[in-house]
Structure formats: C-alpha cells, structure tokens
C-alpha cells in the first residue's frame, strides 16, 4: 500500500494564454496535474485541451461560461451549462470528463440554488466534485510573488496526512503562477513521502460541502 502524501497539482479557468507555458513546466518535470477548464472556442483554446489529455493530465470540468450570475440562476442553467461543456470537451478530446468543480467551490455564497440540489444532481450522475484545501493565493492579485505562492502552498502540505488539493489559476494574468511552478514541484519533491498525481477515480475527495444524506422516514 503506497503511504505517500498525494498532492495534487490543480488549475482553474483555462484555458488561457499560460497553458502551454504551465504544460511545458510539467513536462520538464514529468509531473501530471488536474485541469478545470472552461469552455472556449477559438484553435488555440482546443489544442491545449487536447494537448492536456494527450499528456496524461486530467481534465476536469469548470463550467463553460463561468458567469456565476448564469451558472447559479437555477438548478437547470447548471445542468445546462455543465452538460454544454462536457460534451463539448467530449467532441473534442474524446473524454467525458465526470470530474467537476465548481464556481467558487462547493461552499460559495452565489448561488441561487441550494448546492445541495446541484450535488445531489452530480451524484446520481456519477460526477465528482472537488474543492481543495490548499489555496495558492494566486486569485487575490494577479501578480502575487512567486515566493507567496511557493510559501503559501508548501506552509500547508504537511497539515494533511494523505490528500493535498493545491488550488491554482490558469489565466492570461497569472504570470507568477506559472513562474513560481517549478519551485513549487521542486520543494514538494523534495519533501519526504510525498508524491505529485492527478485526480483519478481513487482520490478521495475534498469537498467543503458535504452531501447530506437522505433518511427514509416512517409513514
């Protein structure tokens, strides 16, 4: 039984002009992360999503418009959208993606629905949703010192005995998170028991909201 503490490398919002530069990074260092993409149309957008699955990392689905005030109008507009998106990444890469996150997470205060509507949807569908517990910090400014982002995920590593979920951005602006990326692997590879891999059907997930479970009541 591998022990190791996994830790999982994930990207947020892409694609975006820094996908290659981040896939170029994991490359070097023969790393696989997890991507949540969003939806996008135009060639260069399609190749990375191509180029993601075809390097061996996992992807994973967003939404396809991420604009909260249209993904969280009603349990349906979410259906609708993620169901846009998965089979768009489907005709595309020829995964369906049943890996999600979402919008702000589990515990976001936007929505309009009960999440507990929207999670119960994806676990009928057999749709994983993961939220993390380890934030780089990358989304507070978009130039954040590739020295916060190292020190903000590396300080919280070894607070978790098996599962690390590192959140991360992958957008036009985050220059630093791309810069402070190889740092960032070369530190956790360098930390005792750890071991980089992507989400896959044994991860345990975190979620910052639970399902809660349905009791049977007496008639």
Known sequence: MDTRRRVYLTFDDGPSANTSKILDVLQEYNVK??????????????NNYK??????????????????????ASKEAYIEDLTKL???LYEITGVKSHYVRFPGGSSNQVSRVNMQELIQYLNKNEII????????????????????????CLSKIEVYNREAMILMH???????????????????????????VPITDETVPVQHVTAK?????EP
């Open 33 to 46: 992360a997890t991507f949540f993409v969003v939806g996008k149309t135009d060639a260069v957008s399609i």
């Open 129 to 152: 949703y993961y939220d993390w517990n380890i934030a780089s910090g990358d989304a507070d400014a978009p130039n954040l010192s590739t020295d916060k982002i190292v020190s903000n």
């Open 213 to 217: 479970v349905e009791t049977a009541t």
């Open 86 to 88: 998965q089979d768009y």
């Open 170 to 196: 992958d957008a036009n602006d985050k220059r630093t998170t791309v810069e402070a990326l190889p740092m960032l692997i070369e530190q956790i590879q360098n930390m005792d028991d750890n071991v980089i």
């Open 51 to 72: 180029r993601i699955v075809a390097e061996g990392h996992t992807l994973g689905m967003h939404s396809f418009s991420h604009k909260y005030n249209e993904i969280y």
